[in-house]
């Protein structure tokens, strides 16, 4: 037995854990997700094998603003394509708002509740 930790998921608070766990999904063609009992957490495995995404409900949920000091953004994924045009359009399609286009090698957006995400050509 190691003493030495491995990634599990990386977990994001959410007003609707099934409901973003379904933007995810789509956004990254995984398998359906697992929803505790009471709805409250939901989690993505990753089908490679690696570190899943899981999603909890919070209550008084508040999105992380980009760029803000006020109210900072504190983590997002980086999912990493090889056609960044097409990328781009399919998670505009799946729901996705733009936030950054300025960098020539990957974009911000912000997943349904505000949370953002760069999409890397890198």
């Known amino acids: 037995m190691s003493a030495v930790p491995t990634l599990g998921v990386v977990a994001l608070d959410c007003p ?44 008084d949920y508040r999105p992380p603003a980009w760029p803000s000091a006020e109210n900072p953004q504190q983590l997002h994924l980086d999912l990493n394509v ?10 505009l399609g799946l729901g996705a708002k733009l936030l950054d286009d300025a960098p020539e ?12 995400f760069c999409l890397c050509a890198c």
């Open 16 to 59: 609707d854990p099934v409901a973003l766990a379904g933007f995810y999904r789509a956004v990254l063609e995984w398998d359906a997700p697992e929803v505790a009992e009471d709805g409250h957490w939901v989690t993505l495995a990753n089908p490679a094998g690696g570190a899943g995404i899981a999603f909890q409900r919070v209550p």
């Open 82 to 91: 090889t056609d960044l045009e097409a990328a781009h359009e399919r998670v």
């Open 105 to 116: 090698t990957f974009r911000v957006y912000a997943d349904p509740v505000g949370h953002p």
